[in-house]
């Protein structure tokens, strides 16, 4: 998240057809820039999936957090419109240790694929439990995940996810010509050659992406003002909500009043755990 003169107050979303929908801005939101996918965008890439793949009956199972509620918030209605039933929904805290009685009510329903919405090695949970269930479906996480450590946590049971991430995961992996591809190698070699290989992760691209809406916007806020000033700020917040096609680790970002996330429906790319570690999904 990029943040202008100390605001902290995120945009909020609604959903269209395909992407984040954002609403009319007040005088707080218009001062802050998201660098993270919005979730609708990643829930719609991940509704595409699902309708390529045959999926038609989803159950949800979602840690009892902010995170957790709102990506099932976003996920729900896209899921609804592309004709996906939604069959369970069951939610966790982050602390349990067991998960037995929700992955029960999971299987009972019959669902075609799983939907895990939670952040980080408390996300390996449900799949572990189900894989231990001999659950046969598809199953799908969220961004919250795109780290060693729930590959670490959930060993086996976590091959053959699906997740609509950031390309910086997989940024060896990116086809030539892939929109992403050039800022997130570039940025990934810097960045494992700093701290060890395989340190990059989407939150350190998330940082380095503001540094590359920073760099793109403040020589255009510099020719209206001086620095320091409440000029100055203002100009910059103007720049940046004027950008266009500025390449990120994550994508290219072209900046409105009403979007100030920026990226095209597109942006996310599904991956996968394939023998320990994440790949780009056939």
């Known amino acids: 998240m990029v943040e202008v003169a100390g605001r902290t107050q995120t945009p909020m979303i609604s959903l269209g057809a395909s992407r984040a929908i954002i609403h009319p801005m007040d005088d707080a939101k218009r001062w802050v820039f998201k660098t993270p996918y919005n979730d609708a965008t990643t829930a719609a890439a991940t509704v ?12 949800t199972v979602a840690v009892n957090d902010a995170y957790g509620e709102g990506w099932i ?3 729900r209605p896209l899921a609804e419109k592309a004709g996906i039933e939604i069959v ?32 980080g090695t408390p996300g390996a949970l449900p799949q572990a439990a189900l894989a ?18 729930y590959i670490r946590v959930g060993g086996r049971a976590v091959e053959g996810v699906f997740i609509a991430a950031n390309p910086l995961s997989v940024a060896s992996q990116l086809p030539d010509g892939h929109a ?24 350190s691209g998330y940082a380095w992406d503001a540094v590359l809406i920073a760099q793109a916007a403040i020589p255009e806020a510099a020719k209206l003002a001086t620095p320091g ?54």
């Open 229 to 282: 000033t409440p000029e100055f700020r203002s100009a910059l917040r103007d720049a940046i909500e004027g950008l266009n096609g500025v390449a990120t680790t994550a994508g290219p970002i072209t900046m409105t009043a009403e979007d100030h996330n920026g990226y095209a429906p597109d942006a996310p790319i599904i991956i996968t755990v394939t023998d320990g570690r994440f790949v780009v999904a056939n």
């Open 73 to 75: 918030q976003q996920f």
């Open 48 to 59: 595409d999936h699902m309708t390529a793949n045959g999926v038609s009956r989803v159950a």
């Open 132 to 149: 231990e269930r001999n659950f046969r479906g598809k199953i799908y996480q969220t961004t919250g995940v795109v780290n060693a450590d």
């Open 180 to 203: 992403a591809k050039e800022a997130a190698v570039a940025f990934t070699q810097q960045y494992d050659s700093a701290f060890g290989q395989g340190s990059t992760s989407a939150f």
């Open 88 to 119: 369970a929904s069951e939610v966790y805290g982050a602390k349990d240790t067991s998960v037995t009685a929700q992955a029960l009510k999971v299987l009972a329903s019959n669902p075609d694929a799983v939907l895990v919405a939670a952040s």
